[in-house]
C-alpha cells in the first residue's frame, strides 16, 4: 500500500494507493476534471485549501464527521463527498470520493473506508508508508 500526495503546504493531503496501483480518488477525481465536472473541480480545490488552512475543516457545510463513523471525516464539493482521516502529524489521507447517496450505500462506503483505513494503519507508521506523486 502507497499513498499519492494530492496537496501539500501546512498539512499533507494523500489519497490511498491500493496494492494493484489505482487510486480511486485521484482517479474519480481526475475523470471528473477532464469530463469538465464543477464539483471535481470544486473538490479539488478545496482539498488544496484544506492543505494551506486545515481550519476549514471545522466549516461543517464543507466538511463533518462522518456519522456511523468514530474515524472518518467528510469532505464536501456538490453532489462529491471525500471520505477522509488523520494520519500521523498533519497528514490527512483522502479514502475514496463518492457521490452523495442513500442512507444504506452510504452504510456500505463508510465501512469500505474503514477498512482502509485499518489496512494502512496496519501497513505502517506515515515514516514506514511511500508516498508518491
Given at each position: 500500500?502507497?499513498?499519492?500526495?494530492?496537496?501539500?503546504?501546512?498539512?499533507?493531503?494523500?489519497?490511498?494507493?491500493?496494492?494493484?496501483?489505482?487510486?480511486?480518488?485521484?482517479?474519480?477525481?481526475?475523470?471528473?476534471?477532464?469530463?469538465?465536472?464543477?464539483?471535481?473541480?470544486a473538490m479539488l480545490a478545496r482539498i488544496s485549501r484544506v492543505a494551506e488552512q486545515p481550519v476549514l475543516t471545522r466549516n461543517k457545510q464543507q466538511?463533518?464527521?462522518?456519522?456511523?463513523?468514530?474515524?472518518?471525516?467528510?469532505?464536501?464539493?456538490?453532489?462529491?463527498?471525500?471520505?477522509?482521516?488523520?494520519?500521523?502529524?498533519?497528514?490527512?489521507?483522502?479514502?475514496?470520493?463518492?457521490?452523495?447517496?442513500?442512507?444504506?450505500?452510504?452504510?456500505?462506503?463508510?465501512?469500505?473506508?474503514?477498512?482502509?483505513?485499518?489496512?494502512?494503519?496496519?501497513?505502517?507508521?506515515?515514516?514506514?508508508?511511500?508516498?508518491?506523486?
Open positions: 500500500m502507497k499513498l499519492r500526495r494530492i496537496a501539500e503546504s501546512a498539512w499533507r493531503v494523500v489519497a490511498i494507493e491500493e496494492d494493484d496501483g489505482t487510486c480511486q480518488v485521484l482517479e474519480v477525481l481526475g475523470e471528473g476534471v477532464e469530463r469538465g465536472d464543477a464539483d471535481a473541480r466538511c463533518r464527521p462522518l456519522k456511523g463513523s468514530k474515524n472518518l471525516y467528510e469532505l464536501k464539493a456538490g453532489a462529491l463527498r471525500v471520505f477522509w482521516f488523520y494520519y500521523g502529524r498533519m497528514m490527512i489521507v483522502c479514502a475514496e470520493v463518492h457521490e452523495k447517496t442513500k442512507a444504506s450505500e452510504l452504510r456500505r462506503q463508510i465501512q469500505r473506508s474503514e477498512e482502509l483505513r485499518e489496512r494502512l494503519l496496519a501497513a505502517g507508521s506515515p515514516d514506514e508508508i511511500e508516498i508518491v506523486d
